[in-house]
Each structure stands twice: as C-alpha cells, then as structure tokens.
C-alpha cells in the first residue's frame, strides 16, 4: 500500500507542493504495526511449541493485544485508501493492489488448512482487508461524519444482530452469527469494518494537517529509520514471510532444547477442576488438588505435556496421585471446620 499524498487544494494553499509525495512517517507507523505483530506471533509460536510453560499469546492479556495490532493495521488501510484514491479511483494501481493482497490471502488459507486442518484460516486479517478495500471505496467520496457514523454502526453492529441464520459457512465472514468459528485468524467484516472506515474519517481530515507539519516532513537519516520505512513500504511481503521464518527457527529450537517442563502444567490445573467440580468437588478443594496433583505428576515424570498416552501401570499410578492429592486436602479441609 502506498504512502503518497495528493491534496486536493489550490497551487497556493499550504502543503499543495506536496503532492503525490510518500510520506515516510505512515510508513513508519505501518513498521511499528509489524514489529508489535512478529512480537505477538513469536508469542505465539513459543506456546504452540510448548517453549514457554502456557502460550501467553491466548491469555486475556494476550488476546487484547491481538486485537489492538489488528485494529491499528486496519486504521492504516483506511488511511491507505485515502493515500491512494483521495482524488479519485486510480484503476490499475488499486487492482495490481487488491490481486496481490487476495492472492496472499488465498496462499494464508491453503497454507493453513496444510499446517492446522482443524483450525485454518478462511476469513483473517489479509481477507478482511481485501473486501474492506473494494467496500470501503465509496465511502473515500462521501462526507466525512457520514463514513464516521457508518464506521460506529459497523463497529456496534455484533452487540445488537445476532442470528442462528448468520451462522452458515458462507456467511461466517460477516461476523454477526451466533458462533465463533474454530480458526486461528478470524478478522469478519463487523466490527472491524468500521475500523477500516474509521481510518478513512482520520486520513481525510488528518493527512492535509500532517503533510503541512513538521511530522510529515520527516526523513528518515538513521540506518535503523530507513529500514523501518522499508519494512512499512513493504509490509504484505514481510507479513507473509516472518511467520513461517519463526516457526522454522523456534522449531529447530525446541528440537536441540525439547520442551519447557511446565508447559501445560496451567491448562491441566483448569481442566483437572472443572471435571472434579462436575464430580461433586468443592471448587476451591479442586484447585488445590489440580496444583497437587499436578505437582506430583512431575515429580514421577508421569506429566505429559504432549499428550502420549499412559501405559496401563503409569495410568493407575496417576489416578492414585490424584486420588491420594484430593484426599488429603479434603481431610485438612474437614481437620480445619
């Protein structure tokens, strides 16, 4: 996506000799987009190889700031959008744009449904972003608090329409079911349309001040500056490739360091408590007995992190550890009232 600029002002208003000129900071901004996603994603993968003892990456914390990069990436189409057809539709570039982006979406799905049957990404953040930039046009030649309103209704619109009906396979890309579907990417036109549309209103009203100020003057000197404004310029390519490089180098890694012996360890203590609770347990008795029993597992190498399965003697033998763990809390418990 490019970040050139046409004002669309007389020869003698200010920042009018600027235009069609790239302004580096939007590219920068994009750059600093990608930096926060190859962090999250390294997250991620740490987790998925079971490097880290939990994938921190799935945590509320974790989700929040999935959401906050993906929201700011599509801000950035909209202001993209602005960069490249504010004066008007440019035909071929806007195609050559949106074929190279549907074409990275499509290699994310098929790449995907390889790597993760169960959980491939049909509708992500690429495919979002390819609609939203053929959606999204008319509202680049529409007055700005009309775009702002459509983009809070968009934003709002899943905390007011839910429908079964909305839940068929082809109409999960819109995000207004009443499921969410099992996939690793799932980015549905509501709400984060209105995003995209909101990065419309900001650019409109926003890029003429930045390309009048000191901001939008900026040049990148430094080496580290110029390869941020790169990366930004060159964003699609770099968000295709840095996850694969990842996985390749963590896996290598986990191959020479095997896996974090805690790996696992939190999911076991949620799992362990909700089925003693669903047995007649007392929840509080059942955490501590998951963090016991767990504890003990460990202890005899009879944990598994990976999920192999027990032999018949390390099953019974986990099954009196449990036992054994819960029984004693219960009678501390029962010593105590």
Not at 97 to 113: D, F, K, N, Q
Not at 214 to 224: E, H, I, K, V, Y
């Amino acid at each position: 996506m490019r970040a050139d600029i046409a004002l669309d002002r007389p020869a003698t208003a200010p920042g009018a000799a600027l235009t069609r000129r790239r302004l580096p900071i939007v590219d920068a901004t994009r750059a600093a987009a990608l930096a926060a996603m190859a962090t999250y994603h390294t997250l991620w993968d740490l987790g998925h190889l079971r490097l880290t003892g939990e994938n921190y990456a799935g945590t509320p914390a974790g989700r929040l700031a999935a959401e906050l990069i993906a929201g700011t990436f599509l801000v950035l189409v909209g202001v993209g959008l602005v960069l490249m057809n504010g004066r008007g539709i440019r035909l071929r570039p806007t195609l050559l744009r949106l074929g190279r982006i549907s074409a990275a979406a499509l290699a994310v799905t098929i790449g995907t449904w390889v790597a993760f049957p169960d959980a491939f990404v049909f509708f992500g953040v690429l495919h979002c972003i390819a609609v939203a930039s053929v959606v999204g046009l008319p509202f680049l030649f529409l007055p700005a608090p009309v775009t702002a309103l459509a983009a809070a209704a968009v934003i709002a619109a899943p905390q007011f329409v839910r429908a079964p009906i909305l839940d068929a396979p082809a109409l999960l890309f819109l995000g207004l079911g009443t499921v969410t579907p099992r996939t690793n990417d799932y980015v549905p036109l509501f709400p984060w349309f209105g995003l995209v549309l909101s990065g419309i209103v900001l650019g409109r009203i926003g890029l003429p001040r930045l390309a009048d100020s000191r901001l939008g003057a900026w040049q990148p000197a430094s080496p580290f500056a110029r390869s941020a404004v790169f990366a930004g310029r060159h964003s699609l390519a770099i968000y295709l490739i840095h996850q694969p490089v990842l996985l390749a180098l963590l896996t290598g890694l986990v191959t020479l360091t095997g896996p974090n012996p805690r790996a696992g360890v939190r999911a076991f203590r949620a799992d362990y408590a909700t089925i003693c609770t669903r047995t007649g347990g007392e929840l509080p008795l059942c955490r501590i007995a998951a963090r016991c029993t767990s504890e003990a597992l460990m202890r005899e190498d009879l944990f598994r992190e990976d999920g192999r399965p027990f032999s018949g003697s390390e099953r019974l033998r986990a099954q009196a550890l449990s036992q054994g763990c819960y029984a004693a809390i219960e009678r501390a418990a029962q010593g105590t009232r």
